[in-house]
């Protein structure tokens, strides 16, 4: 580049039919060069937008571990070890607390189907305690429990009964089987609203309860008010 007339100039080595050297004005030498570099041959092995962005993000996360590495005491390895410290931690909240559970959610009736005897809701419970669906056992128990109390007219049959409603109103009448009822109740929503798994144990429980509450006489100042009519 040389100063001439006042202005810069770009000299070309090489002239028009190769004659002498051309001085060409700056700005005239810029824009040619502009459009010069504007030819898609020199963007060919560009970059791609995703992998532009793509280099930002890994500079960006590789400035963070920098800066961790640097505050953190052994550099990049302190913060290595520190790491797989908390991953051990999680690991054994997880072990020690198991998965997540949903939360319960009760208020749904006991019977969704077509009504069926107490009898028929315990030969159901059994099939499927013989096949190990420990699930399904449970909640037909239960629903052979209520079934049963509604038979006896311990509770009025009443459509749309939740599994809680029918505990608290049948330990009115059977209060030495009050606590075991809301049990029964709790175990009944746990698998039907809850998510979780019941397991032998779970429906033993629940059958034992049945077999004794058949031969208990309730206490007939707490039945439930005309149900007997």
Request: proline content about 7%.
């Amino acid at each position: 580049m040389s100063g001439a007339g006042g202005f810069m100039t770009a000299r070309l080595l090489n002239g028009p039919s190769g004659g002498p050297p051309v001085d060409i004005p700056r700005d005239a030498a810029r824009e040619a060069a502009r459009r010069e570099l504007s030819d898609p041959a020199y963007h060919q092995n560009d970059p791609s937008l995703l992998q532009r962005a793509l280099n930002k993000f890994w500079n960006w996360v590789g400035s963070l571990f920098d800066s961790a590495s640097g505050a953190t005491p052994g550099g990049p390895l302190g913060l290595i070890v520190i790491a797989l410290v908390v991953l051990a931690l999680i690991a054994a909240l997880w072990w020690r607390l198991g998965t997540p559970q949903r939360p319960v959610l009760s208020g749904g009736s006991v019977f969704d189907d077509r009504p069926r005897s107490a009898g028929e809701h315990r030969a159901a419970a059994e099939t499927h305690a013989t096949a190990h669906r420990w699930n399904e056992a449970v909640q037909e128990r239960m629903r052979a429990i209520v079934r049963s109390l509604e038979e006896r007219a311990l509770l009025d049959p009443r459509p749309g009964r939740t599994a809680d409603e029918a505990a608290a109103e049948a330990g009115r009448p059977l209060p030495g089987h009050a606590d075991r009822l809301r049990a029964a109740a709790r175990a009944f929503d746990d698998v039907t609203y809850g998510g979780r798994t019941a397991d032998e144990a779970s429906y033993v429980r629940l059958r034992d309860l049945d077999k004794d509450l058949e031969r208990t006489k309730p206490a007939l100042s707490g039945a439930v008010p005309g149900a007997a009519g």
